[in-house]
């Protein structure tokens, strides 16, 4: 594999876990959010959104070029 393709791979690997965790913040937001309407109990989301940013820069820290 040449350089650019694998600099596009690494892209197009960037961009599906990227994808695949903006769905799973927005479901597991929704989840949550159903919960807190739902029960006394309360699950906090004020800091969910920085947990699946640090989950993409996983991917591209630890991907070797």
Do not use: G, P, R, W
């Amino acid at each position: 594999m040449n350089k650019i393709q694998t600099l596009n791979a690494v892209a197009e690997l960037h961009n599906k876990c990227d994808s695949l965790l903006a769905q799973c913040n927005i479901d597991m937001t929704k989840l949550i959010n159903d919960f807190n309407n739902k029960h006394e109990v309360k699950c906090d989301t004020t800091n969910l959104d920085s947990k699946f940013t640090d989950l993409a820069d996983y991917v591209e820290d630890n991907t070797n070029l």
